[in-house]
T-cell receptor, first 111, second 115 residues
Framework: DAKTTQPPSMDCAEGRAANLPCNHSTISGNEYVYWYRQIHSQGPQYIIHGLKNNETNEMASLIITEDRKSSTLILPHATLRDTAVYYC????????????FGAGTILRVKS | NAGVMQNPRHLVRRRGQEARLRCSPMKGHSHVYWYRQLPEEGLKFMVYLQKENIIDESGMPKERFSAEFPKEGPSILRIQQVVRGDSAAYFC?????????????FGNGTRLTVT
């Protein structure tokens, strides 16, 4: 699976949009971009995933560049409860492939 | 629609005892993954199972650890003769299929403490 690079930490003001970047310059055409987060000591929570097109759901938006070498997760109106470690993961679109977690980005939402 | 259920939430074992961790996947999910998170460290893949089959155990320690996912009942992660270094959070995830487009959904983990 392709390697991802994320900033170790970011701060965001409550109510503002949080934009979390991820570089995956070695991504292959059949690899999905996944985003998860882990709040304190809870289990990882699935946020969103995409292959080529931008995606949006009730939690977030995922913007993937045209060359697919980077992406941005957008939390449109961050709240204090969004403080967590956010993981960007690329995953082969084949069969039976696990998720490989890196160090992620610690997002701190501040009032 | 219940999520992935793990039990117990907390488990305390003395060195040398056995630990059994259970995972009930989401309804309709037949693929289970186990991960371990050591204190202050990242999530590490351990094993991937389908019903009655181990598909990928590349992350499992060579000794003392085993996993199963029987035709009926939950998936079980078994640790024999536990040592202090086994103290960690163990997370289970499930998915409805084995394609890269099927998200994994995680439980809230079992926290194992070895005294």
């Amino acid at each position: 699976d392709a390697k991802t690079t994320q900033p170790p930490s970011m701060d965001c003001a409550e109510g503002r949009a949080a934009n979390l970047p991820c570089n995956h310059s070695t991504i292959s055409g059949n690899e999905y971009v996944y985003w998860y987060r882990q709040i304190h000591s809870q289990g990882p929570q699935y946020i969103i995933h995409g292959l080529k097109n931008n995606e949006t759901n009730e939690m977030a938006s995922l913007i993937i560049t045209e060359d697919r070498k980077s992406s941005t997760l957008i939390l449109p109106h961050a709240t204090l409860r969004d403080t967590a470690v956010y993981y960007c993961i690329v995953r082969v679109a084949g069969y039976g492939n696990k998720l490989v977690f890196g160090a992620g980005t610690i997002l701190r939402v501040k009032s | 629609n219940a999520g992935v259920m793990q039990n117990p939430r907390h488990l305390v074992r003395r060195r040398g005892q056995e630990a059994r961790l259970r995972c009930s996947p989401m309804k309709g999910h037949s693929h289970v993954y186990w991960y371990r998170q050591l204190p202050e460290e990242g999530l590490k893949f351990m094993v991937y199972l389908q019903k009655e089959n181990i598909i990928d155990e590349s992350g499992m320690p060579k000794e003392r650890f085993s996993a199963e996912f029987p035709k009926e009942g939950p998936s079980i992660l078994r640790i024999q003769q536990v040592v202090r270094g086994d103290s960690a959070a163990y997370f289970c995830a499930s998915s409805p299929g084995d394609r890269g487009s099927s998200p994994l959904h995680f439980g809230n983990g079992t926290r194992l403490t070895v005294t």
